[in-house]
T-cell receptor, first 117, second 115 residues
């Protein structure tokens, strides 16, 4: 079974500080992609960052970076210089490419991040 | 390019009724997926359509069905509604091609309440 576990249902951080959201996953596939999605109160899910499993280098997008540990099946998200607009539900997810036929995203239950002024 | 749009944004139904939710894919995308997001949970995969055919299905009963049209827009139909069907239904489009990352682009969702 393919699963994603986010062990922190809620987190809070002060504006301008750094916060790390944790995620572990389980899959028997070797070729997959990992994502962090953000869902603000307006509901639309938007992509924050993605990581190809075959790449050892951790992905970085401006203030967002990941710590990808393939052997441990761990994929944490670090947000630096937190801003009020980062307040949202954050979902960790992965997608496998089984011969290119099925792109089902498996999501965790999410972490509600609140950035305090 | 236009994004993914869904309609209606909110609707209320009663048990036993049927509902149709609609989704317009992002321009250039050939695949649409539907997800159910219960309150406080992560989205759960319902099914995916590629070139007007179902291309994968999650653990949902047959009363959940879908269609994809030649213009790649899509419908999600749910028959015999149950209280547990109350959720946010998300549509996501993508361009399915061997070797790509399968990144999904989501709509804002349709909030269904079943009374």
């Amino acid at each position: 079974a393919q699963t994603v576990t986010q062990s922190q249902p809620e987190m809070s951080v002060q504006e301008a500080e750094t916060v790390t959201l944790s995620c572990t996953y389980d899959t028997s596939e070797n070729n997959y992609y990992l994502f962090w999605y953000k869902q603000p109160p307006s509901r639309q899910m938007i992509l924050v960052i993605r990581q190809e499993a075959y790449k050892q280098q951790n992905a970085t997008e401006n203030r967002f970076s990941v710590n990808f540990q393939k052997a441990a099946k761990s994929f944490s998200l670090k947000i630096s210089d937190s801003q009020l607009g980062d307040t949202a539900m954050y979902f960790c997810a992965f997608i496998t490419n089984s011969g290119g036929s099925n792109y089902k995203l498996t999501f965790g239950k999410g972490t509600l991040l609140t950035v305090n002024p | 390019e236009t994004g993914v749009t869904q309609s209606p944004t909110h609707l209320i139904k009663t048990r036993g009724q049927q509902v149709t939710l609609r989704c317009s894919s992002q321009s250039g995308h050939n695949t649409v997926s539907w997800y159910q997001q219960a309150l406080g949970q992560g989205p759960q995969f319902i099914f995916q359509y590629y070139r007007e055919e179902e291309n994968g299905r999650g653990n949902f009963p047959p009363r959940f069905s879908g269609l994809q049209f030649p213009n790649y827009s899509s419908e999600l139909n749910v028959n015999a509604l149950e209280l547990d069907d109350s959720a946010l239904y998300l549509c996501a489009s993508s361009f399915l091609n061997r070797g790509n990352t399968g990144e999904l682009f989501f709509g804002e969702g349709s909030r269904l309440t079943v009374l």
